[in-house]
């Protein structure tokens, strides 16, 4: 059973190493207990956030893509560990507020427009899929979201609005896995 994720990586490997001009590398983040591809190098950045419940780091992963005809511009990771006692994946109606409060800041942030959201899961633990237009329109930034346990994971794929149903985002999304 443990091996399926694997071979889909590897099949997902090579179905977009025959597309793609270089074939995508696996990233894992063994802090982040996390895998995923992604079509070069990740690099990582931590950002420190004061916050009324306490201090966290905030991890991101980042590829940003220089090809000027590129379908999507930035594929990104970010994980968060909440203290005890503040948010879990087992709360549901917390859960929901922060999702929804999540959902809300990310439009916020950029003054875009909420293109969908819905509910979606990551083995049993909850998450949510979105998009937001922004810059007039012109770019978009999907995500999809989960919290497992105290961790809240966000993936994430930018670029322009016209090419911005495209499989290879698709397959970043997909190819995300925990690990142990």
């Not at 063994?30 to 690099?43: C, H, N, T, W, Y």
């Not at 007039?136 to 911005?164: C, D, H, N, P």
């Amino acid at each position: 059973m443990k091996l399926y994720p694997t071979i889909l990586l590897l099949l997902l490997s090579f179905v977009l190493a025959a597309q793609e001009k270089e074939p995508w590398k696996e990233f894992i983040s063994v802090d982040g207990k996390f895998r995923i591809l992604a079509p070069g190098e990740m690099s990582e950045k931590v950002n420190e956030i004061e916050t009324e419940i306490g201090d966290f780091n905030y991890f991101s992963y980042i590829y940003q893509d220089s090809e000027d005809d590129a379908e999507n511009l930035v594929y990104k990771v970010s994980y968060v560990d909440y203290p005890e006692h503040t948010i879990h994946s087992d709360s549901i109606e917390f859960v929901e507020e922060f999702f929804h409060s999540t959902i809300e800041t990310s439009i916020q942030s950029v003054h875009g427009n909420l293109r969908y959201a819905d509910e979606i899961h990551l083995l049993n633990y909850p998450g949510r899929i979105w998009r937001v237009d922004y810059n007039k329109g012109q770019a978009t930034i999907k995500t999809k979201a989960f919290m497992v346990g105290r961790r809240f994971y966000q993936i994430q794929v930018i670029g322009r609005r016209a090419k911005s149903l495209n499989r290879v985002q698709d397959l970043f999304f997909d190819s995300f896995y925990l690990i142990e």
